[in-house]
């Protein structure tokens, strides 16, 4: 059973920061990408952010500069750290990954439950 545990969600003012981290576990071979979506209200799911294991990165246009997607390998844990955050960034901000468990096998896409990000004074 794979799980991915996101955490660091919260209220925070315009122009402040938070990190979000996310955590995957289970009988996992290999992690082959990760990434963070957003959905506001009353819109789609976006891509914010996603990194490969190839430590290659791709950022929507709108957090160019402002987010920072990192991971650890080790703790199969991604991260993105949200700077210079806008009210427009508001959203539940959810944590995506593409695993592997066998070598050269199928690749599956997971999703994490999601957390609440309000940037409002």
């Known amino acids: 059973q794979v799980q991915l545990v996101e955490s660091g969600g919260g209220l925070v003012q315009p122009g402040g920061s938070l990190k979000l981290s996310c955590a995957a576990s289970g009988s996992i071979f290999s992690i082959d990408a990760m990434g963070w979506y957003r959905q506001a209200p009353g819109k789609g799911r976006e891509l914010v952010a996603i990194i490969t294991n190839g430590d290659s990165n791709n950022y929507a246009d709108s957090v160019k500069g402002r987010f920072t997607i990192s991971g650890d390998n080790a703790k199969n844990t991604v991260y993105l750290q949200m700077n210079s955050l806008k009210p427009e960034d508001t959203a539940v901000y959810y944590c995506?990954?593409?695993?592997?468990?066998?070598?050269?096998?199928?690749?599956?896409?997971?999703w994490g439950p999601g957390t609440q990000v309000t940037v409002s004074s």
């Open positions: 995506n990954a593409v695993l592997l468990f066998r070598a050269s096998g199928p690749k599956y896409n997971y």
